[in-house]
C-alpha cells in the first residue's frame, strides 16, 4: 500500500492559465474523489469516480473545471481560465466501494495559488 | 448549507488533559461518522470512526461518543500530548445510491496541546 500520491504539491499560477493536477489513488480501490479545502474550512466535495465514470459532481465544480479518470486508474483534475477564488488545497481520496468501514484514504493535496 | 456543525473552532488544553469536540449533523440518512487529523501541508489521516448502531466507541487515547437522537457526536482525546497539535474534522457520509461513501466535513477545529 504505497497510498494515495497527488502531482504536484504546489502550484503558483498566473490568473486566466489553465492547470492540470494528478491523482494516483491506491492501485485496488475503484472509487476515487475529489475535494476542496480553502484554508480555515474542511474539504468540500467536487467529483467522484467509480473505476472509470464520472458518477457525481457538485455545484461547486463549475464548468472551467473538468475531471478525469481514462483507465479507471489515476484521475486528473484541470481548471481552465484560473480565477482568484480557485485558490485552495486540492485533495484526492480513494476507496474500495463495498468495504464495510473502510476509510477514504486521502493524498496531500495539491495546493493552487492564484497571483 | 451546512449538514455537519463542528465546534470548538480552537481547542487549547494542557499536556494530559482532555480534548472534547463537538459534532451535530442534520441528514438522518448519515451513517458513518470518520473523524480525521490533518498536520500542516498533509492530507487528512483517518483517526478513528463509528456507525450509529454503538454509542460508544474507543481506540487508545482517542474516544467517539455518539447521540442518534440528538444526532449529536464528539470525540474525547485522553491525556493529550503536544503531538495531537493539529486540525480535526468531523464527517459523515451515507445515504441512498452511489454517493454514499461521499464525506460531508465540519469546519475543523484547530487544537493546540501545551506542553
Known amino acids: 500500500d504505497t497510498g494515495v500520491s497527488q502531482d504536484p504539491r504546489h502550484k503558483i499560477t498566473k490568473r486566466g492559465q489553465n492547470v492540470t493536477f494528478r491523482c494516483d489513488p491506491i492501485s485496488e480501490h475503484n472509487r476515487l474523489y475529489w475535494y476542496r479545502q480553502t484554508l480555515g474550512q474542511g474539504p468540500e466535495f ?4 467509480q473505476n472509470e465514470a464520472q ?8 464548468d472551467r473545471f473538468s475531471a478525469e479518470r481514462p483507465k479507471g486508474s489515476f484521475s486528473t483534475l484541470e481548471i481552465q481560465r484560473t480565477e482568484q477564488g480557485d485558490s485552495a488545497m486540492y485533495l484526492c481520496a480513494s476507496i474500495l466501494s463495498g468495504t464495510r468501514d473502510q476509510p477514504q484514504h486521502f493524498g496531500d493535496g495539491t495546493r493552487l495559488s492564484i497571483l | 448549507q451546512q449538514q455537519v456543525k463542528q465546534s470548538p473552532q480552537s481547542l487549547i ?10 459534532c451535530a449533523y442534520e441528514n438522518t440518512a448519515f451513517d458513518y461518522f470518520p473523524w480525521y487529523q490533518q498536520f500542516p501541508g498533509k492530507g487528512p489521516a483517518l483517526l478513528i470512526a463509528i456507525r450509529p448502531d454503538v454509542s460508544e466507541k474507543k481506540e487508545g487515547r482517542f474516544t467517539i461518543s455518539f447521540n ?5 457526536f464528539s470525540l474525547h482525546i485522553m491525556d493529550s500530548q503536544p503531538g495531537d497539535s493539529a486540525t480535526y474534522f468531523c464527517a459523515a457520509s451515507g445515504g441512498s445510491g452511489g454517493s454514499n461513501y461521499k464525506l460531508t466535513f465540519g469546519k475543523g477545529t484547530l487544537l ?4
Open chain 1, 55 to 62: 458518477l457525481e459532481k457538485s455545484r461547486l465544480l463549475s
Open chain 2, 112 to 115: 493546540t496541546v501545551n506542553p
Open chain 2, 13 to 22: 488544553v494542557q499536556k494530559g488533559g482532555i480534548s472534547i469536540i463537538n
Open chain 1, 46 to 49: 467536487l467529483t467522484y469516480f
Open chain 2, 68 to 72: 442518534k437522537r440528538a444526532k449529536q
